[in-house]
């Protein structure tokens, strides 16, 4: 079981770009979370997907958007870049939305650095 | 949603047994407590969970009084690979994304 995949390791955008971010969720896990997280402080709750929608969002703005595939792989867009979007990136997936397991397990992340 | 205090840092050394305590006042009758753990350039990793009295599990154990508005990780003999960030977070069993993550608590083990 290679648990939660994250692509690319590291990112080096722009002011402004676009970037697209990849998690592959735990064998079994239905239910895909990603976090931004800063350097020094825990992770923020960006959006949570189950079944292809998403379910839940967090205090972000709407350039940051996603989608879950049918594999239950899932990708984090966020457009217009600003240098505070720079910070790691994390995916966790668990499995299913609302059920009485909130264990995560999460990915290694992505370190994104905006220029 | 509750919110967690914890220590910002800790040091201690090896072989010695680390309590490290959450404050949450304002738990709700449905929240449950979690422990993860982080590495630098890693993602965190579920410790520990609990609802009340005592969890013991093969890496940790987790205390929480009758009135739940603390808890207490404790690692019993640490070693150098436990230095790591451990974050408190409480939040209802149904809804894992209500979790909110303070800054955890920086634990150094020194040999």
């Known amino acids: 079981d290679a648990g939660v995949t994250q692509s690319p390791t590291h990112l080096i955008k722009t002011r402004g770009q676009q970037v697209t971010l990849r998690c592959s969720p735990k064998?079994?896990?239905?239910?895909v979370s990603w976090y931004q997280q800063a350097l020094g402080q825990g992770p923020q709750f960006i959006f949570q997907?189950?079944?292809?929608?998403?379910?839940q969002r967090g205090n972000f703005p709407d350039r940051f958007s996603g989608h879950q595939f049918p594999n239950y792989s899932s990708e984090l867009n966020v457009n217009a870049l600003l240098l505070g979007d720079s910070a790691l990136y994390l995916c966790a997936s668990s499995l299913g939305s609302g059920r009485a397991n909130n264990e995560q397990f999460f990915g290694p992340g992505t370190r994104l650095t905006v220029l | 949603l509750a919110k967690t205090t914890q220590p910002i840092s800790m040091d201690s050394y090896e072989g010695q047994e680390v309590n490290i305590t959450c404050s949450h006042n304002n738990i709700a009758t449905n929240d449950y407590i979690t422990w993860y753990q982080q590495f630098p350039s890693q993602g965190p990793r579920f410790i520990i969970q609990g609802y009340k009295t005592k969890v013991t599990n093969e890496v940790a154990s987790l205390f929480i009084p009758a009135d739940r508005k603390s808890s207490t990780l404790s690692l019993p003999r640490v070693s150098l690979s436990d230095t790591a960030v451990y974050y408190c977070?409480?939040?209802?069993?149904?809804?894992?994304?209500?979790?909110?993550w303070g800054a955890g608590t920086k634990l150094i083990i020194k040999p």
């Open positions: 977070l409480v939040g209802d069993m149904w809804s894992n994304y209500q979790l909110i």
């Open positions: 997907y189950y079944e292809e929608e998403e379910r």
């Open positions: 064998s079994g896990h239905d239910t």
